[in-house]
């Protein structure tokens, strides 16, 4: 009999991200948002910036935070 190479490796735990997004999948509620992997959009498709994104984006144009190591 040939063992298989992988046979001795041990599973992962499960993906926190899977489980998250199985349970947006079974909220009912309709004001709930999917803040998981992906882009986020309104209704309407437009892109929806997140606002700390937008905090930082606005901080790193007008030089107030330094990005440079």
Known sequence: MQSHALADVPQAPPDVM???SAAYRADND???VDLGVGAY???DGKA???PAVRE???AVISGSIN???
Do not use: N
Request: with cysteine; proline share 6%; aromatic share 12%.
């Open 48 to 50: 929806w910036v997140l």
């Open 56 to 58: 930082v984006c606005i």
């Open 67 to 69: 990005v440079c190591c």
């Open 18 to 20: 899977f489980g998250l």
């Open 30 to 32: 309709p004001r709930k």
């Open 41 to 43: 959009r309104h209704e």
